[in-house]
């Protein structure tokens, strides 16, 4: 994998453009660029990538993989990257996971057995 580095925020960049652009719109003042900005901050924060979309990236991976590997490898491949992070979340909200790993361990498993049963339903309803 790649690693990106960001350049430093650099406001110079942000003063050409509102320059430039009030060249092209010169109704727009400081206050107008500044509220487009907050409101652009706020999308940012506010706008999630929707569960269905990201799982559905994870399987588009999972399809390439299958091009050289047996769909099993690949699941248990799959099923291992969400232990090891489920692991990872637990630990992270947990401050003594040694004392609430049963708690986690009963919680990941139901919810998974309940997502596993919803997406079987799905398929045997696509079969009838």
Not at 2 to 16: A, C, G, K
Not at 87 to 108: G, H, P, T, V
Request: hydrophobic content about 40%.
């Amino acid at each position: 994998m790649r690693t990106i580095f960001l350049e430093p925020y650099d406001q110079s960049l942000d003063d050409q453009f509102r320059a430039a652009a009030s060249e092209c719109h010169p109704e727009f003042h400081q206050a107008d660029w500044e509220n487009m900005k907050k409101r652009l901050d706020q999308m940012e924060k506010s706008e999630k990538i929707s569960r269905a979309i990201m799982a559905d990236k994870f399987i588009e991976l999972a399809n390439e993989f299958t091009k050289t590997e047996s769909k099993e490898r690949v699941s248990a491949a799959i099923m291992f990257a969400a232990a090891r992070y489920n692991a990872f979340e637990a630990s992270s909200k947990s401050k003594n996971l040694k004392k609430d790993k049963e708690d986690a361990l009963n919680w990941y498993g139901k919810e998974y057995t309940k997502m596993l049963d919803a997406n079987m339903d799905e398929l045997i309803e696509m079969q009838t």
